[in-house]
């Protein structure tokens, strides 16, 4: 996770809200889908590698449970972002590294594949028009097609 201000190095408040929530991702409610956190502030010897030196960035590495790709995985940032959606006004949470980016890839895939079978479902429909020419013969072999898968 990279939590960032733009336009000035991050405010007292700011490391406060990232100390609380850094707090709840060690809860026992936490403990299925959080293996490790690393952050300043739980080891302040690591400071100096996860914050920048100028202020207006930190770093906070937390250990997944479950692997990526996973479903478990994809559950885990889903509620992490929505978590990171109540972070104050100016500061900006990001979701970095292999689970966000596969949990983004996976709802990805999942929305092209919608999309997709949309439009093979309607370029079928439009072949087998032109074949029958027309408006219900086209139907009969896909409602056979359909009735098969179920």
Known sequence: MAFSRADRPLTVADDAWIARWVTGLKTPAMRDQITSVQ???TDPLLASELRARD???DLVVVGFASSPFSTANNATVALLRHQLAG???GLA?????VAGLAADQATSLMSSF???ALIT???VLAILFLV???ALAPL????TIGAAYL
Do not use: M
């Not at 949470?93 to 590294?97: A, K, S, V």
């Not at 009969?140 to 409602?143: D, G």
């Open 121 to 123: 479902v309607v370029l």
């Open 55 to 57: 202020g207006r960035a």
């Open 39 to 41: 952050s300043d502030t």
């Open 87 to 89: 972070a104050p006004a």
């Open 93 to 97: 949470p990001h979701l970095t590294g």
């Open 140 to 143: 009969v072999p896909l409602v």
């Open 114 to 116: 919608e999309r997709a």
């Open 132 to 134: 029958y020419r027309s």
